[in-house]
């Protein structure tokens, strides 16, 4: 009889699963980075604008600060990217993740529906001989 190779697929379909899951983690935490980051800088940003409208006589500082504003809605704008490309990037691996667990349940599903299959047949032999049993004992007595 040959060998099952069910098992065998099912191991890797599982592997593929938990790298998967894996792969969604590192994702999350690289969209969580991203989103701080963001936040710390749109927290920067409000804090140097209040500032600056603060101060009554820095001439110097006020003429500074269009340079500073470019460079820093720059930096946010980067920062916006990031976490879009993060956010895109784990939506592309929740799917791969879902994709890899539909496919371990299919597996699953059919090793079940095998075993039942063995089942159903170890039954029938089984019944099988113990109908021949019944008919040798009622033939010779």
């Known amino acids: 009889m040959a060998r099952d190779?069910?098992?065998v697929l099912l191991r890797l379909r599982r592997l593929a699963q938990d790298a998967a899951q894996h792969e969604l983690g590192e994702g999350v935490r690289a969209e969580f980075a991203a989103a701080v980051r963001l936040s710390d800088l749109d927290l920067t940003l409000e804090q140097e604008t209040a500032a600056v409208a603060?101060?009554?006589d820095a001439d110097l500082l006020r003429a500074a600060y269009p340079t500073w504003l470019a460079h820093a809605r720059r930096v946010r704008r980067d920062a916006q990217a990031a976490l879009d490309a993060a956010t895109e990037r784990t939506v592309a691996l929740r799917l791969q993740l879902a994709d890899a667990r539909a496919a371990t349940r299919v597996v699953e599903a059919l090793q079940a529906r095998h075993a039942a299959v063995r089942a159903a047949g170890e039954a029938r032999r089984e019944q099988r001989v113990?109908?021949?049993?019944?008919?040798r004992r009622n033939g010779s007595g």
């Open 5 to 7: 190779p069910l098992p």
């Open 54 to 56: 603060g101060v009554a």
């Open 130 to 135: 113990l109908d021949e049993a019944g008919q």
